[in-house]
């Protein structure tokens, strides 16, 4: 079925003052869409960037006002009503309408969720309520763990994805000593080859981390109510200060279920990001839609921002099919990660040296070109993701001569 324009003066309202959630608004202005737009926001703060949080915010590089992505008086100026501390309870389908916690209710034409992800949290019975056990994800959660990272405090990171790796990074580079620990045989095994998993296990064992892999939590002991040690399963004790769990994140579903629309692995949409109502989208952490022969969910900033500016061309009458094209990427200590495509599935993978001690992972299945992991090597991942985009798949014997030009493989 295809996307009909909407009445260019419709009430659009979107759940979630996330990064999908501001482009979406944006994007519909920059559209022309002339109609009231509500943006609801459970957080205090205007929308910001996440990724720099557990970075450059956490070292102290950045101040809270330039994670922002606009100025306040942006959404005045587009006319863009920002409700902030506001939390959507209920969504009415057949009243077209939406009810906040606080009573009030905001009546919509259409209806975008960019309700995100939240992370999972270590539960209560093994320790994870104590004081001084944070996960990573707004402004708040690293505002409270922010006065803890003091020279030779111990942290101990749950975790080995790259999540736990990005605040160990940050924790090794403010002095502190960081022990990490991945119930896996390997870190980042969900998401990376054995090789890109060496390369970051032996940069932090470099830094001084302490990395101990296959190594599952049993409990957080505590005294006083505040965490003061780790059990693992193997019976060691590890003394800690503080915690910080990165053991991934899970979809802000509830709202949407209990209004009655399709989830899978996510808010279900389809290729124009509209759920099982014709009248309410979805995009960003917590809409999984058609990719190839299947069905996924992405949660990346690339993503977040694609899919929502795709959900503002369907309501501006221009809709095009969402055709995710998956790019990630990491900083830790000096070294830019930078991914491209989706791995799964891979059954080789192929090394290419590159300038400068970078260096690139490219997975194959067989003849198929996936992705690409690219460490310190810019260049290599803007050939590879062009590649993997116009769905090329030079051999793997090519791709690991450093000889090979690779701009000429886009020929």
Not at 64 to 88: C, G, K, N, T
Not at 223 to 231: D, K, P
Request: hydrophobic share 40%; glycine share 10%.
């Amino acid at each position: 079925m295809r996307d009909e324009p909407i009445d260019p003066c419709a009430r659009i309202v979107v759940i979630g003052a996330g990064q999908a959630g501001f482009t979406a608004c944006a994007k519909l202005r920059d559209l022309g869409h002339q109609g009231p737009i509500t943006l609801i926001g459970e957080e205090a703060h205007p929308p910001y960037q996440r990724p720099p949080l557990s970075k450059g915010y956490l070292l102290g590089e950045i101040t809270e006002d330039r994670l922002y992505f606009r100025p306040p008086s942006f959404y005045e100026e587009r006319s863009i009503d920002l409700r902030l501390s506001a939390m959507a309870s209920a969504i009415d389908r057949d009243r077209k309408v939406v009810a906040l916690a606080d009573g009030a209710t905001v009546p919509y034409d259409r209806l975008i969720l960019t309700t995100g992800a939240r992370p999972r949290t270590l539960p209560a019975e093994i320790g994870g309520d104590l004081d001084g056990v944070f996960c990573v994800r707004n402004l708040a959660d690293i505002n409270a763990m922010a006065e803890h990272f003091r020279q030779d405090q111990r942290v101990l990171i749950v975790g080995g994805g790259y999540i736990g790796l990005e605040a160990a990074a940050v924790s090794a580079k403010l002095g502190l000593k960081v022990t990490v620990i991945e119930a896996a045989p390997r870190i980042l095994q969900r998401v990376a080859c054995p090789e890109t998993a060496a390369y970051f296990r032996d940069l932090h064992d470099r830094k001084g981390v302490t990395l101990l892999e296959g190594a599952a939590l049993e409990a957080l002991q505590g005294e006083e109510g505040h965490v003061r040690s780790a059990r693992l399963a193997d019976g060691s004790v590890i003394p800690v200060d503080f915690v910080i769990a990165g053991v991934g994140v899970v979809p802000n579903v509830e709202l949407a279920a209990a209004a009655g629309l399709s989830i899978d692995n996510g808010i279900a949409v389809d290729e124009n990001c509209r759920t099982s109502d014709p009248q309410i989208y979805a995009a960003g952490d917590c809409a999984s839609f058609p990719w190839r022969s299947g069905r996924i969910r992405l949660e990346s900033v690339g993503n977040a921002i694609e899919q929502a500016e795709a959900v503002a061309r369907s309501l501006t009458g221009t809709p095009s099919r969402y055709d995710a094209k998956p790019w990630f990427w990491s900083d830790q200590y000096e070294v830019k990660l930078q991914i491209a495509g989706l791995s799964a599935g891979y059954d080789t993978v192929t090394t290419r040296p590159g300038a400068a001690g970078g260096v690139s992972y490219w997975y194959y299945r067989g003849e198929e070109l996936l992705a690409v992991d690219a460490m310190n090597d810019p260049r290599v991942y803007m050939v590879a993701k062009r590649l993997i985009e116009a769905g090329r798949s030079p051999s793997a014997v090519i791709v690991g001569d450093p000889a090979t030009d690779l701009k000429a493989l886009l020929q």
